[in-house]
């Protein structure tokens, strides 16, 4: 089942994930209720992220370098360099590399939504996050890595 298959990646992660009160600290303030708009907090979130702790896993590290690689204004065509396609790369080489998405792929695969090799999963897996396409006008300018992880402005907002 689905629930199955979720609850086996958290335990497949659980030597990558970052640890509580170790590697990261939270400051979670008063909350909001659900009607109100906005961020209500003064602080930010994350009292304090260990860097170290970052830094030594290979899929945080090319993720954070991935974050700077977008035009957050809907509208505007993304001007994609080679430097970023090669952050691109270095992302899912080391993706492929973890317990989890190796679990993800072969349960993909077995349900037919997915091919079961590995170099087309990869190909998959880029085609769903970062090629881009257009969500206001003709010219490519978002990716779906950019709209789940980076997020995007829609007249400054």
Not at 9 to 14: G, P, Q, S, V
Not at 47 to 61: E, G, L, M, W
Not at 69 to 94: H, M, P, Q, W
């Amino acid at each position: 089942s689905l629930d199955n298959g979720v609850d086996k990646l958290w335990d497949l992660d659980a030597k990558g994930r970052l640890k509580p009160g170790k590697d990261y600290e939270l400051d979670l303030q008063c909350g909001k209720k659900p009607y109100h708009e906005g961020d209500r907090a003064s602080r930010p979130l994350f009292k304090s992220i260990d860097r170290k702790a970052i830094n030594a896993r290979p899929t945080y590290k090319a993720f954070l370098n991935l974050l700077d690689n977008y035009e957050r204004c809907v509208g505007r065509a993304e001007k994609v360099t080679s430097e970023e396609r090669k952050e691109e790369g270095i992302f899912l080489d080391a993706l492929m590399k973890t317990q989890c998405i190796q679990y993800a792929h072969k349960w993909l695969a077995k349900k037919g939504y997915s091919s079961s090799d590995p170099k087309k999963f990869r190909e998959q897996l880029w085609r769903i996050w970062f090629k881009m396409y257009a969500r206001k006008g003709r010219n490519p300018d978002s990716s779906g890595f950019e709209h789940v992880f980076v997020g995007e402005e829609r007249d400054g907002k």
